[in-house]
Every structure is written in C-alpha cells, then in structure tokens.
C-alpha cells in the first residue's frame, strides 16, 4: 500500500480535492435555491395588500419554487420559519 501511495500521490490529492469540491458545489447549489424561494417568497409578501399584484406575485413564486400555488402560502411560511432559527 505504502508504494501505491508514494507512486499516484498526485492522483490521489486529486480524487480528494475533486469529492471535497462537488459536495460544496452540491452545497452552492441547495443554498441558492434556498435563497430564490426565499426571495420569492418575500416578493409576494411585500405586496399584499394589492390583490391583483399578489395573485401575480404568488404565481411567480410557485414557479419559482416548483410549488403548487395553492400551496405556496403554507411553504413560504414553512420556509420563514426556517429562516428565524
């Protein structure tokens, strides 16, 4: 094993460095959905108190988030808890 080592050390830095930078890019990636819905999901809560601006705030973010609209109320509050602690 110890020559193994000592003749694809390179290789195996490599394989090392590449599992360590797909997991944070899988990371990056849940962290910027993350940050969409909940941008989406305070879009629509700015606006309200005007029916028709929300109702097209409220579909844009069940697009963006890959919600049913019906139910975009109940994960935007699922996902401002989320965000409090």
Do not use: H, P
């Amino acid at each position: 094993m110890s020559k193994f080592l000592e003749k694809n050390l390179s290789i195996v830095l490599l394989a090392v460095n590449a599992y360590f930078l797909f997991s944070i890019s899988a990371s990056l990636k849940e962290s910027a959905k993350y940050d969409s819905d909940l941008r989406a999901c305070a879009k629509m809560k700015a606006f309200m108190s005007d029916k028709e601006i929300s109702k097209l705030y409220e579909q844009k973010a069940a697009i963006t988030s890959g919600v049913e609209v019906k139910f975009i109320n109940e994960y935007c509050k699922k996902l401002t808890m989320q965000n409090l602690f």
